[in-house]
């Protein structure tokens, strides 16, 4: 970067994937599933947006269709990891303050969306920003895999305190529920202070690593959106994105 922004999105890449391996690289619509989502991150025009690839073929993809990456440590145990090396690569006199952390299998993402995770960072007391929307389909209440947000929702307010995420149909009684969606907005130090510490007790318990910035202590909030990205996890997905991408 010839000059260092404020904001930094950074989209950790890795080849292994239990479900869909090699899925950074899987063609949709003779583009890599990669560049798909750096193009979305670029157009969301909030600040320059680099790829950390666990692997050289990811880098030289994203490269080859005119993006940045940085190629990063194949072992790193979370995608938190992955994007601390590679800001720390690109920025190592500490000068970027907010980081968005952007997984790299949502293709079809809203650059919108990028845009709103950013929002709730206006409030100094807020370590790291993510988003929420509300679950409009009953399966999904009770089903584990969507990732539960409760949330201290005022009012109308479109954003809101982050109280747990749970895989559990959670809050019961009356109201809404909340579907997380895990795309992070981390103030530099706050991701800094993440990294050094160890999972904790609850995140392993939910298998769910914010957890671990919970416990610790730290403030997420959460900014309310309309509609949840399509995460490609299984080649069904894969289906689903090109159909819709074939459809633009």
Do not use: C
Not at 42 to 58: S, T, Y
Not at 129 to 135: N, P
């Amino acid at each position: 970067m010839s000059e260092t922004p404020r904001t930094l999105v950074v989209i950790p890449a890795r080849m292994a994937a239990s479900r869909l391996p090699g899925k950074p690289l899987a063609d949709i619509g003779g583009v890599p599933m990669i560049v798909h989502v750096w193009r979305r991150a670029m157009e969301a025009g909030i600040g320059p947006v680099v790829v950390a690839a666990a692997e050289a073929e990811i880098a030289w993809a994203v490269e080859q269709a005119g993006g940045h990456a940085v190629l990063t440590r194949p072992d790193h145990p979370s995608g938190s990891d992955r994007v601390f090396e590679a800001l720390e690569a690109l920025d190592p006199e500490g000068l970027v303050e907010t980081v968005v952390n952007l997984q790299g299998d949502l293709p079809t993402l809203d650059p919108a969306l990028v845009r709103a995770a950013i929002a709730p960072l206006a409030n100094p007391a807020v370590d790291l920003a993510t988003l929420a929307v509300e679950i409009v389909e009953e399966r999904e209440r009770t089903d584990p895999n969507v990732v539960k947000a409760i949330l201290s929702v005022e009012g109308d307010s479109r954003i809101a305190r982050a109280l747990y995420f749970t895989r559990a149909t959670a809050p019961s009684g009356e109201g809404p529920l909340y579907h997380h969606i895990g795309l992070y907005a981390w103030r530099r130090a706050a991701l800094v202070r993440f990294v050094t510490l160890p999972p904790a007790p609850l995140e392993r318990r939910e298998r769910l690593e914010q957890l671990r910035a919970l416990e610790a202590g730290m403030r997420i909030d959460a900014a309310i959106v309309d509609t949840v990205p399509l995460g490609v996890d299984t080649p069904s997905d894969l289906d689903r994105a090109r159909a819709i991408l074939a459809g633009q």
